[in-house]
C-alpha cells in the first residue's frame, strides 16, 4: 500500500492503480470522460490533469493527465492546483464550444456526466463566438437513438463496441475535428450489447430509445432494485417507474454477476410489464360476470383447496417465494415442476452435480479471472449473453496478462496493452451444435451433434486423468482436438468450464463435470457453470419437486383434481396435444400469471399477479446465488400483487416476506441463507428507510391531481427498507438496497464510484446475494463413465434441436416492440448436404412430421450444421412447441 | 425608554395617515406587466408550442405541482403530451419561468382564479397554452439549438456550420 | 339597595364586560390595521363591527377537539378558570358611585389575589396540554407572573398608603382633589407595566410568544375552548384598564357633563387603546431580559417608590 500525497495530506492506496482511480477511491471528486473502470486509461479527453511534483522541493511541479500515471510510493500531487484547475476548465471549454447545448430535448439531460464536468470544472459561460460543427444522425435501430452533435470525440462508445463487445458494425470514421462515431451506413446495431452504448457514452449521442418513447428524467423515477427476469444469470438492473410504468432499466453494478453491463434483452425486454396483454382483474370463469372482487375469489378459492384433490405447478420465472408458497398451499407432495420431464431430469443432473458440493459454482467474475475456458455444448450467446461477454473478458485479460508480465506496463493502460497483445488471445475452446460469435476468439471450435460434443468432453477428461479410460475410437476429426484441449486446459492455473442443458443433453453435463472434476484433481482452481433456461430455473429445481408429466400421470389417477398453475404457460412447455391432454384431465384450473397466453385462457379461475417491477421475491441464478428484487411501485390497480401474497391469502398466511423466508429455510433447507439476502423489513438508518425517489423527484403535488387533487397517502412497504417517497435517508445504503446511483455532483450513473470500494471493486459493505450452492471443504466425487454411442445420421430422420434467440426466444421479452421487431421468423435449419440431398434451397418450404402432426417452416441453410440435425428456433410466439432432442421425419413440400 | 415612547408616537400617527391597502373587488389592482400570477404556456413565433417537454420547470417547482409527460411528433419536436398545474398548490414563485429554457412557461399579470372546487384549480394543457408568445417575442427554441426537428435541417441554424461530410479528409 | 337591584346591577356589568371583551375583537383589529396603514375588517356589518359575531360563531362551530393525550379534565378546566377569575376581580371594581357588585373593604387585595389565580389556568392548561411548546409556554407563564406579581402589588401599596384604606370607593374618593397619577406617577407607570405583564399582552406575551412557541399554553386548544381564553385576555386588559382609571385616573370623577360611567368608560377606553397601540408599535423582548428586567429594575424602583412616599407622608404628617 504506497502514500501518496496528496495536496499536502497523506493518503495510502491500492498499487498497481493510476492516480485517477486512487484519487476517485478517495472521494476526490476529479472529472473525465474517456476512462471506465471496465476499459482503462486511454489518455483521450485529457479532462483529468492533476499537477505532480517531483519531490519536496519542487515548486512548479507539472501537469499529467492522471489516469495515465501510475500510483507511486511518496508521489506528490495537487488536484486543487490553480494551472490544473485552469487546465481541466479548458478542456471543457473547448469540448463545448461544438456542443449543441440542446439539453432540454437531450434524454442524457439530468444524468449526464459531461453536464456533471461542466459544473464541476466550473465552465459556465461559451466564449467561442463562431459557428459550430453539426452532423448528420443515423438510424441504429429500435434500441439506440443517435444524436451526433452532441458528441465531445472521448472515443468511449467505439472502445466499448469493439474492444469489450466484440461488435465490428460501429466505427470511427472521418477525421480531425469531423470524426465521427456510427455505422458505415444506417442500419440496425448488430451487437446484442449496443444498449450499454447509452450508458457508457458520456453524453447524449447514444441514448436509450425505448425510453425516449415515454421519456422520463432520472430525476422522475421511482426506481429500485431488480433482478432481469429474462435468463438465468440473474443479472442485477435498477427499473425505474414513472406514471405507473416503467420506464426503463439500468445496470446496477455487481462486481460478481453483471458488473457494469447488460445484454439488450436485459434492458430492452422490460415492456411486458406495460403491457396491454397483463392480467388484471381477477376472474372466476363460468359465472354471470367473470370479474369477481378479491373477497369473492378468496372465498371461492378457499372452498377449492379445502377438499385435499389439489396440486400445484411450480415455475421457473415464479419467484422462489411464490414457488415455496404454492407449495405450502398444496402440500410438498403435490407440488410439481412447471418443466416437462427432460428439463426436469437435467436439470436434477445440474443440482445433483452443484449440490455434490465437488465444484466450485463459478459466479461470472470467476470466470472473468479465469486463464482457459471450454464452452461445452451450450450457445451462451444466445441463452447467457452476459456469460459470453465475460468470456470475451476473460480472454481477452488473460491475453493481457501474458503482455503485461512480458515487459512492466500497468494493465489499465488499455491502449498500450491492446497495441502490444495484438491479436493474442486467451484459452477459449467453443464446442456447440451450430456456430456462435464466439467462435472468432476460440483457439478452438467445434461444432458437432450432442452426443459428439458428449463423447469430447470424456474423451477430454480421459486426457486430463489417466484413471478414466480413452476414447475407444478415433473416429472424426474432433477427437482429434482432445488432446490440444486437455493440453490447455492443464496448463491454466484457473480454468472454467461451461455448458448448459440448452443442447437437450444429459452427456454433456456429466461430460462438462468430469473434466472440470479431473482439472480440480490436478489441483487446479476449477470452476464450473451450467446456463439454465429461465430466471428461476434454479430455484425450482431446487426445490426437487417431480416433473410436470408425473402430475399428468396423478391426473389420470384422480379425477376432478384442482390444479393451481402459478406463472407458468402450460403450452411453452410441452407440445400442444401433450397439454391438452393435461388440461382435459384437470378439474379446476386455477391459473396465477403476468400476461394472457394460453393457459390462462383455460383457467377457470385467472389470478393477476405482479411482474419483477411490482413485486418482491427473489430468484436463484445459474450458480446458486439467491438474489433479491423488490417491488419498484404499487400499481394503482391492487388486484396486481405477488404471486406469493395470492397464495398465502388463500391460506389465510402472512404477508411479511421475512417471515415468509423464515419458513422456506425451515421447510426447505437447500434455501438456507435467504433471509439474509437483504437486510429485513424493518431495517433503518438513523430512523429513515431508504426513498426510491430521487431528492429532486417532481410533480408529486400534480401527477394525480386530474383524478383527485387531494394527495393520495403514501403507499407503505412491509416487506422492504425502502419507501415510496423522496423522504428518507439520502447517503449510501447497504448494497443489497441501493435504488439508484446518485452522488452530490454526479448525477450520471457514473456516480456508481462512490458506491465501490474502489472503482470497478465491489460495491462498499460488499455485494448483494446468498450463494447455496458452495464447494465442500474437501471435495470427494466420482467420474461419469457411461459415455454416449457417437452420433451417426440417420436416413430420412433428423435429430431436433432447439436453438435459442437471444433476442426473440424470450416469453416476456417479446412484448418489448424492438425484441419483436428484431426477432427472427420461424426457420428449420439443415446443413448444406441434408439440404442438397433434399434438392432444398434456402426459403424452401420443409415439412416437420412430429406424431401425426406436420409442421411446415421455411429452410435456412447452416453452413456450419452437422448432416443429421435439424435445428428450429425456440420460444418463438410464431413457433410451435416441438420435443426437442428426439428424431423427426423432414420432408420438402 | 424614550425611543419607545417615540416608537409607539410613531405608530400611532400612523392612524391618520393615507392607507396603503385598496377596496379590492370594488377597485381593481394596477398590475405591472412582471407581476407573478397566473402561468401561461406560450408559443414561438410560427405558432407551435414552444414547450419541450424538458422537465426543468417540473424538478424547479418547490411544491411539485407541476406534472407533465414529453413526447415527440414524426419529426422527433418534443412537446407535451400533458402538462398539468396543480394551482391549489402553487405559490406563484416563478421559479419554473426561470427555470424554463424556451421561454415557453410564463408567469402574467393575473391572480384572480379563485374557484369553490379545489378540483377545477388544476389545470391542463388546454387551459393553460395561450396563443401568444407573452414576455418574450421573436424566440424559438428549434433555431437555434442543434436539433433537427422539423424546425429546420441540420446544420442551417444560427451559428451552424453546415453538417460534416465525413468522407472527406481535407482540413 | 334592596337584593333585586343588585341582581340587576351583576348582570348589567357581567353583560356590559363580556360585550366589551368580544367587541375587543374589533376594536383591536380595526386599530391594528389603522396603525399599520391598513383598512382591516369592513365588510361584515356597518364599519366590519360583525366581524364579532362572525368570530364568535366561528369559534362556536369549530370542532372542540381535545387531544387524545392531553389530561383530559384539567384540559376542560383551564380556559373556565381564566374567565372566572378575571371575572372575580371585576367584583370590586366601582363603575359609578355606586354600581359595583361588592364594595369591600380589601378591595385592593381582592384584585390583587384573584388575579394572580388566573396564572394556574396557563399553568393547568400548558401542564394538560402535554405538549412541550405548551408546557414551556406554562412554565414561562409562572415565573412571569411571580416576577411581576410581586412589584405589582406593591406598587398599589403607594396610593394604599395615602388614602389609608383598601376600599376601592375610597381611592377613588381620595381623588377628588388630586389624582393619583400626579402623586404616584411611579407607582402609576410601574402597575401599568405589570398589568401587560399580568394580562400578557405584547410586549410581554412570552408565554404564548408565536414565532417561538407556536402558541404557547393554548396551542393544543380549539373552540370555544381556545375563545375562553380569547376572552380571558380581553377581560384582562379590560380589567387592567379599569384598575389602571380607579387607582391613578380618579374612577368615575370627571366634569359634569358627561356621567359618572360614562367618564369611567371614555378613560377605561383610552387605557385599553394604549394596550393596542403597546402591541402595535414594540417588539417582545427576550425571556430573560423580561424576568431580569422585572427582578432587578421594577423590584428595587417600587421600593423604592414605597420609601419615598412612606418618608414623605411621615414628614408631612409631622
Known amino acids: ?220 423515477l421511482t426506481n429500485a432494485g431488480s433482478v432481469c427476469p429474462h435468463c438465468s444469470l440473474g443479472c442485477n438492473i435498477f427499473a425505474g417507474e414513472r406514471y405507473g410504468e416503467i420506464r426503463c432499466i439500468t445496470n446496477r453494478f455487481n462486481s460478481e454477476v453483471n458488473g457494469y453491463f447488460l445484454c439488450d434483452k436485459g434492458r430492452f425486454g422490460y415492456e411486458f410489464v406495460n403491457s396491454e396483454n397483463r392480467i388484471r382483474q381477477p376472474l372466476i370463469r363460468g359465472r354471470l360476470v367473470d370479474a369477481v372482487s378479491e373477497d369473492q375469489l378468496l372465498e371461492y378459492l378457499r372452498h ?185 486446459l492443464s496448463l491454466a492455473r484457473k480454468p472454467a468450464i461451461i455448458s448448459g442443458i440448452s443442447a437437450c443433453n444429459e452427456a454433456i453435463l456429466k461430460a462438462a463435470y468430469n473434466i472440470a472434476w479431473a482439472l480440480k484433481r490436478m489441483g487446479k482452481e476449477v470452476g464450473i457453470s451450467y446456463v439454465l433456461p429461465e430466471c428461476n430455473s434454479m430455484g425450482l429445481a431446487l426445490t426437487k419437486a417431480p416433473s410436470f408429466e408425473k402430475a399428468l400421470g396423478r391426473l389420470e389417477r384422480n379425477t376432478g383434481t384442482t390444479v393451481i398453475v402459478a406463472e ?56 446458486g446465488r439467491i438474489q433479491r428484487f423488490y417491488k419498484v411501485y404499487a400499481p394503482e390497480n391492487n388486484n396486481v400483487i405477488e404471486g406469493w401474497k395470492w397464495l398465502e391469502r388463500i391460506g389465510g398466511g402472512n404477508e411479511r416476506i421475512d417471515q415468509l423466508h423464515t419458513m422456506i429455510e425451515k421447510g426447505l433447507s437447500q434455501f438456507a441463507g435467504i433471509s439474509t439476502e437483504a437486510p429485513a423489513a424493518g431495517f433503518r438508518i438513523h430512523g429513515e428507510a431508504v426513498p426510491r425517489e430521487p431528492h429532486r423527484y417532481s410533480g408529486r403535488t400534480a401527477m394525480w391531481a386530474h383524478l383527485q387533487v387531494s394527495e393520495p397517502k403514501p403507499h407503505q412497504d412491509n416487506n422492504a427498507p425502502l419507501s415510496f417517497t423522496m423522504e428518507g435517508y439520502k447517503g449510501i445504503p447497504p448494497a443489497a438496497i441501493i435504488p439508484f446511483y446518485w452522488a452530490p455532483g454526479w448525477n450520471s450513473v457514473q456516480a456508481l464510484n462512490k458506491y465501490q470500494e474502489i472503482p470497478g471493486g465491489k460495491l462498499t459493505g460488499g455485494n448483494p446475494g446468498v450463494r447455496v450452492l458452495n464447494e465442500s471443504a474437501e471435495p470427494r466425487g466420482d467420474f461419469f463413465t457411461d459415455m454416449p454411442e457417437a452420433f451417426s445420421a440417420r436416413r430420412g430422420r433428423w435429430l431436433l434441436l432447439p436453438a435459442y434467440h437471444l433476442l426473440g426466444s424470450g416469453e416476456m421479452s417479446m412484448e418489448s416492440r424492438g425484441i419483436a421487431e428484431l426477432s427472427p421468423e420461424p426457420y428449420l435449419a439443415l446443413s448444406m448436404q441434408d439440404a442438397v440431398a433434399m434438392n432444398a434451397t434456402t426459403g424452401s418450404t420443409m415439412v416437420v412430421q412430429i406424431m401425426g402432426k406436420a409442421y411446415s417452416l421455411p429452410l435456412k441453410i447452416a453452413e456450419t450444421l452437422t448432416d443429421g440435425l435439424a435445428v428450429v428456433p425456440a420460444g418463438l410466439p410464431a413457433m410451435p412447441v416441438l420435443p426437442f432432442g428426439s428424431w423427426v421425419e423432414i420432408v420438402k413440400k | 425608554m424614550l425611543s419607545h415612547i417615540r416608537t409607539m408616537w410613531l405608530v400611532f400617527l400612523h392612524l391618520f395617515r393615507k392607507k396603503a391597502t385598496i377596496e379590492y373587488p370594488e377597485e381593481k389592482v394596477k398590475l405591472h406587466p412582471r407581476y407573478k400570477g397566473r402561468i401561461v404556456l406560450t408559443r414561438d413565433p410560427d405558432g407551435g408550442e414552444r414547450c419541450v417537454g424538458c422537465y426543468l420547470c417540473a424538478v424547479a417547482c418547490p411544491v411539485d405541482c407541476i406534472a407533465l409527460q414529453a413526447t415527440e411528433d414524426e419529426q422527433g419536436r418534443r412537446y407535451p403530451e400533458f402538462f398539468r398545474i396543480n394551482f391549489s398548490r402553487c405559490i406563484f414563485c416563478g421559479y419554473c419561468e426561470e427555470a424554463c429554457p424556451t421561454y415557453a412557461i410564463q408567469l402574467i399579470p393575473d391572480f384572480e382564479m379563485a374557484e369553490y372546487r379545489r378540483q377545477d384549480l388544476v389545470f391542463e394543457k388546454e387551459d393553460l397554452l395561450i396563443n401568444s408568445q407573452g414576455k418574450y417575442p421573436g424566440y424559438n427554441y428549434y433555431k437555434v439549438a442543434g436539433m433537427d426537428a422539423g424546425v429546420k435541417a441540420k446544420g442551417t441554424g444560427k451559428n451552424e456550420d453546415p453538417p460534416v461530410d465525413i468522407h472527406s479528409l481535407l482540413p | 339597595m334592596t337584593s333585586a337591584q343588585h341582581i340587576w346591577i351583576v348582570l348589567g356589568i357581567l353583560f356590559v364586560l363580556l360585550n366589551i371583551a368580544a367587541g375587543l375583537i374589533w376594536v383591536e383589529r380595526r386599530l391594528l390595521a389603522l396603525f399599520q396603514d391598513r383598512l382591516g375588517p369592513n365588510r361584515a356589518g356597518p364599519l366590519g363591527i360583525l366581524i364579532v359575531l362572525a368570530d364568535t360563531l366561528k369559534l362556536f362551530f369549530k370542532e372542540d377537539w381535545i387531544p387524545p393525550f392531553a389530561d383530559r379534565w384539567v384540559f376542560i378546566l383551564s380556559p373556565a378558570i381564566v374567565v372566572g377569575a378575571v371575572l372575580m376581580s371585576f367584583v370590586i371594581i366601582p363603575f359609578a358611585p355606586g354600581i359595583v357588585v361588592a364594595d369591600l373593604n380589601i378591595g385592593l387585595l381582592f384584585f390583587l389575589a384573584m388575579s394572580s389565580l388566573a396564572v394556574y389556568s396557563i399553568v393547568l392548561g400548558g401542564w394538560a396540554s402535554n405538549n412541550k411548546y405548551a408546557l414551556l409556554g406554562a412554565l414561562r407563564g409562572a415565573s412571569q407572573m411571580i416576577a411581576y406579581e410581586v412589584f405589582m402589588g406593591l406598587s398599589l401599596m403607594g396610593v394604599v398608603m395615602m388614602t389609608g384604606s383598601m376600599r376601592m370607593a375610597d381611592i377613588v374618593n381620595a381623588q377628588k382633589e388630586a389624582w393619583f397619577i400626579l402623586t404616584q406617577p411611579l407607582g402609576a407607570i410601574i402597575f401599568f407595566i405589570a398589568g401587560i405583564a399580568e394580562t400578557h399582552r405584547l410586549p410581554f406575551d412570552i408565554p404564548e410568544a408565536e414565532s417561538e412557541l407556536i402558541a404557547g399554553y393554548h396551542a393544543e386548544y380549539s373552540g370555544m375552548k381556545f375563545g375562553m381564553f380569547f376572552i380571558g385576555e380581553y377581560l384582562g386588559i379590560t380589567l387592567i384598564s379599569a384598575m389602571m382609571v380607579t387607582v391613578f385616573f380618579g374612577g368615575w370623577l370627571g366634569p359634569a357633563f358627561l356621567p359618572a360611567w360614562g367618564w369611567f368608560f371614555v378613560k377605561t377606553f383610552l387605557f385599553i387603546g394604549l394596550f393596542i397601540l403597546l402591541r402595535a408599535s414594540l417588539p417582545r423582548p427576550r425571556y430573560d431580559q423580561l424576568i431580569g428586567y422585572g427582578w432587578k429594575l421594577m423590584l428595587p424602583l417600587v421600593l423604592a417608590n414605597l420609601l419615598i412616599t412612606g418618608a414623605v407622608l411621615l414628614l408631612l404628617k409631622n
Not at chain 1, 444524436?147 to 466505427?171: H, K, S, T, W
Request: proline fraction near 4%; glycine fraction near 6%; hydrophobic fraction near 35%.
Open chain 1, 568 to 623: 407458468q404457460d402450460i403450452y411453452r412447455c410441452l407440445p400442444e396435444e401433450q397439454a391438452e391432454m393435461f388440461f382435459s384431465k384437470c378439474g379446476k384450473i386455477v391459473v396465477l400469471d403476468v400476461l394472457h397466453n394460453r393457459t390462462t385462457e383455460r383457467a377457470h379461475v385467472l389470478i393477476p399477479s405482479a411482474s419483477f417491477a411490482e413485486g418482491d421475491g427473489s430468484f436463484v441464478n445459474n450458480e
Open chain 1, 1 to 220: 500500500m504506497p502514500t501518496i500525497r496528496i495536496d499536502d495530506k497523506d493518503y495510502e492506496v491500492r498499487d498497481g492503480k493510476n492516480l485517477l482511480e486512487s484519487c476517485l477511491a478517495l472521494g476526490f471528486d476529479l472529472p473525465y470522460f474517456c476512462w471506465h473502470p471496465a476499459m482503462g486509461s486511454v489518455g483521450a479527453c485529457r479532462q483529468c490533469a492533476v499537477k505532480v511534483f517531483k519531490d519536496e522541493q519542487d515548486t512548479r511541479g507539472r501537469l499529467v493527465m492522471s489516469c495515465m500515471e501510475p500510483v507511486k510510493e511518496g508521489l506528490r500531487l495537487s488536484i486543487v492546483d490553480p494551472a490544473a484547475k485552469a487546465f481541466r476548465e479548458q478542456v471543457i471549454e473547448w469540448l463545448m464550444t461544438n456542443h449543441p447545448h440542446d439539453c432540454p430535448v437531450c434524454d442524457e439531460g439530468g444524468s449526464c456526466h459531461l453536464q456533471d464536468m461542466t459544473v464541476m470544472t466550473g465552465h459556465d459561460y461559451r466564449r467561442y463566438q463562431y459557428r459550430k460543427r453539426t452532423y448528420q444522425n443515423q438510424y441504429l435501430g429500435p434500441f439506440i437513438h443517435h444524436e451526433m452533435n452532441r458528441c465531445i470525440q472521448c472515443y468511449r462508445c467505439v472502445r466499448f463496441y469493439r474492444d469489450i463487445a466484440g461488435g465490428e458494425d460501429l466505427n470511427v470514421y472521418a477525421a480531425h475535428d469531423h470524426i465521427y462515431f456510427g455505422r458505415e451506413k444506417e442500419g440496425v446495431l448488430q451487437s446484442p450489447f449496443s444498449g450499454n452504448l447509452a450508458e457508457i457514452c458520456p453524453t447524449g449521442v447514444f441514448t436509450d430509445k425505448t425510453l425516449k418513447a415515454h421519456y422520463t428524467r432520472k430525476w422522475d
Open chain 1, 304 to 488: 377449492l383447496t379445502g377438499n385435499g384433490n389439489i396440486i400445484g405447478i411450480g415455475s421457473p420465472r415464479a419467484s422462489v417465494e411464490t414457488n415455496f408458497s404454492l407449495m405450502q398451499l398444496v402440500g410438498i407432495d403435490n407440488f410439481y415442476q412447471g418443466v416437462n420431464e427432460d428439463t426436469a431430469f437435467l436439470q436434477k443432473r445440474v443440482t445433483d452435480i452443484l449440490e455434490s458440493g465437488t465444484l466450485r459454482s463459478n459466479s461470472l467474475r470467476d470466470i472473468e479471472s479465469s486463464d482457459a475456458i471450454l464452452v461445452l455444448g451450450e450457445d451462451i450467446w444466445n441463452t447467457a449473453p452476459i456469460m459470453a461477454l465475460t468470456v470475451r473478458q476473460s480472454v481477452m485479460k488473460t491475453a493481457f496478462s501474458q503482455t503485461v508480465q512480458q515487459i512492466s506496463l500497468p494493465s489499465w493502460n488499455d491502449i498500450a496493452v491492446r497495441e502490444l497483445t495484438q491479436e493474442a488471445r486467451g484459452y477459449l475452446a467453443n464446442a456447440g451444435t451450430s456456430g456462435s460469435p464466439l467462435d472468432k476468439l476460440a483457439t478452438h471450435h467445434v461444432q458437432a451433434a450432442p452426443d459428439d460434443i458428449a463423447r469430447m468432453g470424456y474423451a477430454i477428461a480421459a486426457h486430463l486423468d489417466p484413471s478414466l479410460p480413452p476414447l475407444s475410437k478415433q473416429e472424426n476429426e474432433l477427437t482429434a482436438r482432445t488432446g490440444e484441449i486437455a493440453l490447455a
